[in-house]
């Protein structure tokens, strides 16, 4: 059973993939919800939104150029309670490839290693094959766990970059 769906069309700027949703995002049935949770105000902070939505607003971020998705579908909880093999990176290059956004944001460095296979910083990554003409990005968590390593750098990078595609 798929925890949240997957927020995707065709012709979007910039697709997040989390590693799964969070306990409280899978109680309220809606991304990025829990207390403390960045990625709402970083979406508007770096120019991707016209202003904050609530998770509650999830289901219209396609109108914002914005898809939403996780490398687990049918898991929840925090990263160390998600088995690896929940992790299905074949489904994920399936559906973004489906859709071909120009850019494939992980919101954690721990997503973006999982599906890059190595090592990745935060920012634009120099190149990804499976995905041909979409831009990879890695992120800092927006996770309130996460919060004293947070750096707004990265995401504000991503919104220039959109803003000037």
């Known amino acids: 059973m798929t925890v949240l769906p997957d927020r ?10 989390g590693t799964a949703p969070g306990r409280v995002s899978a109680a309220r049935g809606h991304y990025y919800a829990g207390p403390g949770n960045l990625f709402w105000p970083m979406l508007a ?3 991707l ?18 898809g939403l998705t996780d490398l687990a579908k049918d898991a929840s909880g925090g990263d160390h309670e998600i088995p690896r093999a929940a992790y299905d ?8 490839g489906a ?20 090592r990745a910083g935060a ?22 766990r996460a919060r004293g390593r947070f750096d707004a750098g990265p995401w504000r990078a991503l919104g220039d970059w959109v803003r000037a595609a």
């Open 123 to 144: 920012g634009m990554q120099a190149r990804f094959g499976p995905l041909p003409g979409t831009v990879v990005w890695v992120l800092p968590s927006p996770s309130g």
């Open 89 to 96: 990176v074949p489904r994920l290059l399936a559906a973004v």
């Open 8 to 17: 995707l069309a065709p012709g979007l700027a910039v697709v997040f993939c």
């Open 45 to 47: 902070e770096a120019g």
């Open 49 to 66: 939104t016209p202003r904050r939505l609530r998770p509650e607003e999830d289901a219209q971020v396609t109108a914002y150029g914005i």
């Open 99 to 118: 859709v071909r956004p120009r850019a494939l944001a992980f919101t954690s460095l721990t997503a973006g290693r999982l599906v890059l296979g190595r």
